[in-house]
């Protein structure tokens, strides 16, 4: 299993980090070790500066490779709400010098991915509203209907590279309202109304 990523698919989020608006989808890729298991986040000791980014994850339900984009939602089986966990700081640093993000975004337990839902609504082309509170606080709020590239356009894009496999994940990008969390934290994730994940950052 691997989980593709979409970065900058939002407008106001290419902005809030000063990061050009882009013209095909710009992605990265987590290993299957990044998945969070149990509700438990530990702050890792190379970062200072560890964000959320809350967003809409997608399960791949079939195998396929240079998916047609007209037929690219019927490769969605379920969907949640999901935390690309970012180390900022680091990420900084690797953007500076113009080199790869992985360290700063494919560690372990980098990739929150809360329960599974129907994929009817994506499927069906309708907008999804997902979000989060940090200690009963909305956060970040997102819809899909205004991502910049589509979800049927990101799994085709994703097939013209990676062979696409039933039961990878795909994080759709986050809107604006990144923020850091500290030990305490507790985060909680929501599709539509109902509640898909609780975390306790330690
Ligand atoms: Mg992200």
Redesign the pocket.
């Known amino acids: 299993m691997k989980i593709v ?1 979409i ?1 900058r698919n939002y407008v106001d989020h290419a902005k809030e980090l000063n990061n050009a608006v882009p013209t095909t989808p710009v992605l990265f890729l987590k290993p299957d070790t990044a998945l969070l298991q149990g509700n438990a986040f530990f702050m890792p000791d190379f970062s200072a500066d560890m964000h959320y ?1 809350t ?1 809409l994850v997608i399960r791949i339900g079939k195998n396929g490779k240079h998916i047609d984009e007209s037929f690219a939602l019927n490769y969605v089986d379920a969907i949640t709400t999901g935390i ?1 966990f ?1 180390a900022r700081d680091v990420q900084a640093r690797q953007k500076e010098k113009g080199l790869p993000w992985e360290i700063a975004k494919a560690f372990d337990q980098s990739a929150v991915v809360g329960s599974w839902q129907d994929a009817d609504p994506v499927r069906n082309g309708r907008p999804v509203h997902f979000s989060m509170h940090r200690n009963g606080n909305l956060v970040q709020q997102g819809n899909s209907q205004d991502m910049i590239f589509s979800v049927a356009r990101q799994i085709s894009y994703a097939s013209t590279f990676f062979t696409l496999r039933q039961g990878d994940i795909l ?1 759709t ?2 809107p604006s309202g990144v923020g850091p969390v500290a030990p305490g934290d507790k985060l909680e994730g929501f599709l539509e109304t109902d509640k898909v994940f609780d975390i306790q950052i330690r």
């Open positions: 990523c970065a980014e967003e690309d970012t994080f990008g986050t």
